[in-house]
């Protein structure tokens, strides 16, 4: 008999306030607690979502997330923060990073907005 075995992947990281908007997560800046996150296919790798999201999750107290269980494949994250208690609302920062497959972390790796959502490029 054969098996064939594979393992699920995880996708995630953080969403933080870049005071300084240098792209850069800083030691003294901290997450975002609250931010909704989307995650959509990108079957084409073409760069843009593929449809609806086909799952979501809310940042927790330190602005972490992540999906679980993930088949491989091309993937788009997008980010909507929360409203702030005071102030302007949140945006994207300057991008820092435009792959986010370079295994880099604590950058910016938000590529353009639309109706208050951040998208990054494709993740394979």
Partial sequence: MNFGITQPLSLGNLVWH??????LKDASETGISGATVYLYQD????????GASIANTTTNSNGLYVFNNLIPGNYIVGVV??????????????????????????NDNGLYTTSGQTYSGTSI
């Avoid at 870049?18 to 792209?23: I, L, M, P, S, Y």
């Avoid at 079957?43 to 593929?50: E, I, L, Q, T, Y």
């Avoid at 991008?95 to 972390?105: F, G, I, K, L, Q």
């Fill in 18 to 23: 870049d005071e300084n908007r240098n792209g």
């Fill in 43 to 50: 079957a084409d790798n073409n760069g843009a979502p593929d």
């Fill in 81 to 106: 923060p929360p409203a702030p208690a005071s102030g302007n609302p949140f945006v994207s920062s300057a991008v820092n990073e435009t792959n986010p497959n370079s295994n880099v972390d604590n």
